[in-house]
């Protein structure tokens, strides 16, 4: 089966394909997608991580978000590039950034999570669902 989703770092030693067609997608404005992103929210799409694969060293950094959940964030050592995201509270999946991906234009928002938390210059698109924090 072929790729349906491609992507990797700015530098190119780390490359991802996924099998399967996004699960969601979607915009996040917590603070942690805000430092991360070294601006006003992330937007994250999620993948199946069985049908996931990637190439190349990555580095990764791991931390506890307020769930509970062991976040770890994967980024090529080389040029820094976040590549892929996992959480222990969903072991099936995986995150990646819509701007990692070698076709952008994939990227298919269907909400915006955190607003509560966004900056009054970070604006996003109004015509989508949107949640003060992360929906139950
Ligand atoms: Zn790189
Ligand atoms: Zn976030």
Redesign the pocket.
């Known amino acids: 089966m072929s790729a349906k989703v491609t992507g990797g770092c700015h530098c190119g030693e780390v490359r991802y394909e996924c099998t399967e067609a996004p699960l969601k997608a979607g915009h996040?404005?917590?603070e942690?997608?805000q430092k991360f992103s070294g601006t006003g929210h992330?937007s994250n799409v999620m993948l199946l991580k069985e049908a996931f694969s990637s190439t190349g060293e990555v580095s990764t950094y791991e931390y506890q978000a307020e769930s509970g959940n062991t976040m770890a964030r994967a980024f090529c050592p080389k040029c820094g590039t976040p590549v892929y995201g996992t959480s222990s509270g969903n072991e099936a999946v995986v995150m990646v950034r819509a701007g990692g991906m070698d076709d952008p234009t994939l990227f298919d928002p269907a909400f915006v999570?955190?607003t509560t938390k966004g900056q009054d210059w970070d604006t996003v698109d109004e015509n989508i669902p949107s949640f003060p924090g992360m929906p139950g």
């Open positions: 996040c404005q917590c942690n997608c992330a999570l955190f």
